[in-house]
């Protein structure tokens, strides 16, 4: 399993100083963060697509990624997410490309539809098109990776003649592609289809509701003849807060989420805590429920924390991953490696993916019917 974490680039007053970074801070703090992911050891670091205040996320995620792959030697570089809802696929297969080529294969990317209403109509779409320009623009994007002539005609851009998007992929191989949704069914159909990755960012639901999705993606991967269920390339979020002390991770924790954006003012930690994956509480507490998602996703692939958000300062975030790499994801590499079944699905990496290709094991979008087709039914 892959380990690592993701970050949306929110500029959040701490609620104990009142204090707000700058945009520059922010995205230094964001590149600091990204580089001690590496430092302790773990395997991913994810940055979000954003365009729209109070995010720094980049609006065009290659570009951050290009910049912490000159500056680290092995963290796999990913996206969350990408926009494939608002953004050109022939820009997405184009840019991704060649930071592919820069970083050697150290990234992927998840493409999502967003959760920011505003972006549709400032990208001359319509949200109410989302799951249709979700399905039409990742066909798009999946053929530009493969093939070297695309002639495209669609709902939502011109047509396209004899189009060949520079550069190729590195090796002839794509970047993995994870679907990332929450509430879609449609999009872990499409996921299924295609025999891609389904990263459910569970952050804000319960297990059930988690479950539920991850299976209907199990399923379908496996009605598409791209092997079993439990081969399917599940990946989950995450979210913590640690200290030695229980008390003290709460008691430190607590102003911060009581002010966060997206649920101050909502439930209360502790029944946030209990309702979510969200750990505030000591290693072995977030190792324990850690663990736990395996009873409701099965064996996944990859799980990725959320820690810099709400306010919390550059120092606190930097030491959360400190405890993270040094004393979390070690036990969590252990019981992982020894809990998991015979034939349970490594996780992607350009590697594996291109040895794949050479054996000619690249996965094939599943059934007779087009990606539309099968996503709508």
């Known amino acids: ?17 009142g204090r707000v970074p700058t945009e520059h801070e922010r995205i230094k703090s964001t590149v600091a963060i990204a580089r001690k992911a590496e430092e302790v050891g773990l395997d991913v670091f994810a940055i979000g697509q954003h365009h ?42 184009e840019d991704y490309a060649y930071v592919q080529h820069l970083s ?3 990234i992927d990317l998840t ?28 066909a798009l ?10 002639e495209w005609k669609g709902r939502f851009r011109t047509p396209l003649q004899n189009f060949t998007a520079t550069p190729r992929p590195l090796d002839g191989t794509p970047p993995f592609v994870w679907h990332g949704s929450i509430r879609s069914p449609e999009i872990a159909e499409q996921a299924a289809y295609y025999g891609d990755g389904f990263f459910h960012n569970n952050i804000f639901w319960n297990k059930e509701h988690t479950g539920r999705m991850v299976d209907l993606y199990r399923e379908r991967y496996a009605h598409y003849g791209h092997g079993s269920p439990e081969q399917a390339i599940v990946g989950l979020g995450g979210q913590v807060f640690m200290r030695p002390n229980s008390q003290d991770a709460v008691r430190e924790f607590r102003p911060y989420f009581d002010r966060a954006p997206v649920y101050g ?54 030491e959360q991953i400190e405890i993270l790499g040094e004393e979390v994801v070690p036990v969590l590499r252990r019981e992982v490696a020894s809990r998991a079944p015979e034939g349970t699905p490594a996780a992607p ?29």
């Open 1 to 17: 399993m892959q380990f690592g974490i993701f970050s949306i680039g929110d500029i959040t007053p701490d609620p104990t100083t």
């Open 52 to 93: 729209n205040p109070p995010f720094v996320a980049p609006a065009n995620p290659p570009i951050f990624m290009a910049h912490i792959a000159a500056q680290t030697e092995r963290l796999l570089l990913s996206t969350a997410t990408t926009l494939i809802t608002t953004t050109d696929p022939v820009r997405i297969a």
């Open 104 to 106: 050697d294969g150290r």
């Open 111 to 138: 493409l999502g539809r967003g959760n920011t209403g505003p972006v549709y109509p400032w990208f001359g779409k319509d949200i109410r098109a989302g799951v249709p320009l979700a399905v039409e623009n990742y």
């Open 141 to 150: 994007l999946h053929r530009l990776w493969r093939e070297e002539e695309v």
């Open 265 to 318: 003012g909502g439930p209360s930690l502790e029944d946030f805590t209990e309702m979510t994956p969200l750990t505030v509480g000591t290693p072995d507490q977030v190792i324990e429920k850690t663990l736990s998602f395996r009873d409701y996703a099965g064996d996944y692939q990859r799980q990725l924390f959320l820690i810099d958000h709400a306010g919390l300062p550059l120092e606190t975030v930097l």
């Open 349 to 377: 990496t350009h590697q594996l993916l291109r040895e794949r290709h050479r054996a000619g094991f690249d996965p094939v979008p599943g059934g007779s019917t087009s990606a539309r087709d099968a996503v709508a039914s």
